[in-house]
């Protein structure tokens, strides 16, 4: 299937989409506001420029830059102008959680949250576009090519091409790594369980109690690892699902609310301090 056909907002309506021919104007279709990505997405910019901010940090997208989205993510486009094309891929977050998604990620999801894109050389540039074009041709065929064997193989081989990419690209992670393994477990570790823990667990110690070390031990391994406290990376994904539900939806204040764990006044005394401003006043802002 292609997106021409299906506008994936929130997630994909199927296992699998692909496009090697997304324009500028689709991409202004994210112009309005914020929106939470459910679905693992990769693309590649092929021609112009996409100003997008994505989860809480703004980027310029060029030419050979490839995008890496992981289930969960917040995302912004703020311009994309006529001359911007870009090939897409991305998997559903059924099929992502049916099959296993963070075996995929697990040691490169700290790359993935600081480092979403990545400059490529022309030549691995072309392979990918190449690999986009193909499938494309092959999704959009007479006969359907795809099952979930072959999706599942697919994602496999692109996963395992990013950590090369990866690897290569971001060489002082991997000697890092290889210095203080533990560390990067660690964080690891935490990065896993605030993705399905940051709507109802606010408290750095329910995250140390998890992993298994006392807080000061974590709240130095977290801070050494990333530059940032555990508090600030729990609070970052509370403000970008705030902000996507303020923008995207019609649910009432007190409803978000308690969908983050927050009482109404909890919640508005929060964002207030962290947004500068009410959850009422950024809705009609």
């Known amino acids: ?3 021409n056909e299906t506008i994936p907002l929130f997630d994909l309506p199927v296992d699998f989409l692909v496009d090697d021919n997304i324009r500028g104007n689709i991409l202004e279709l994210y112009k309005m506001f914020p929106c939470q990505i459910k679905a693992g997405i990769f693309a590649l910019c092929i021609e112009g420029e996409i100003k997008v901010t994505l989860n809480l940090h703004e980027y310029t997208v060029r030419k050979n830059d490839f995008v890496v989205i992981i289930p969960g993510s917040f995302i912004q486009i703020h311009s994309a102008g006529s001359q911007a094309r870009v090939a897409f891929m991305g998997f559903s977050s059924n099929f992502i959680h049916a099959m296993n998604y963070w075996k995929y990620m697990t040691d490169h999801l700290s790359i993935a949250l600081i480092h979403p894109i990545i400059p490529l050389p022309e030549s691995n540039a072309a392979f990918f576009l190449d690999t986009f074009s193909l499938l494309t041709k ?4 007479q006969i359907q090519l795809f099952n979930k064997q072959i999706i599942t193989s697919i994602m496999d081989i692109f996963y395992n091409a990013l950590k090369i990419i990866y690897e290569n690209v971001f060489s002082d992670f991997k000697e890092e790594k290889k210095k203080r393994p533990r560390e990067y477990e660690v964080l690891k570790e935490f990065l896993q369980l605030v993705f399905e ?22 709240c130095a391994t977290i801070k050494k690892a990333t530059g940032k406290t555990a508090q600030d990376i729990i609070r970052e994904f509370i403000i ?41 006043e950024y809705r009609n802002n």
Not at 203 to 216: D, H, M, R
């Open 197 to 218: 823990n940051y709507k109802q667990e606010h408290k750095v110690s329910f995250y140390a109690n998890e992993i298994g070390l006392t807080l000061s031990h974590f």
């Open 240 to 280: 970008m699902d705030a902000k996507a539900q303020l923008k995207n939806g019609s649910d009432k204040i007190n409803k978000i609310a308690k969908s983050l764990g927050f009482s109404a006044t909890a919640f508005n005394r929060f964002f207030l301090e962290y947004v500068k401003m009410t959850p009422l």
């Open 138 to 141: 092959a999704a959009n065929g």
């Open 1 to 3: 299937m292609s997106i």
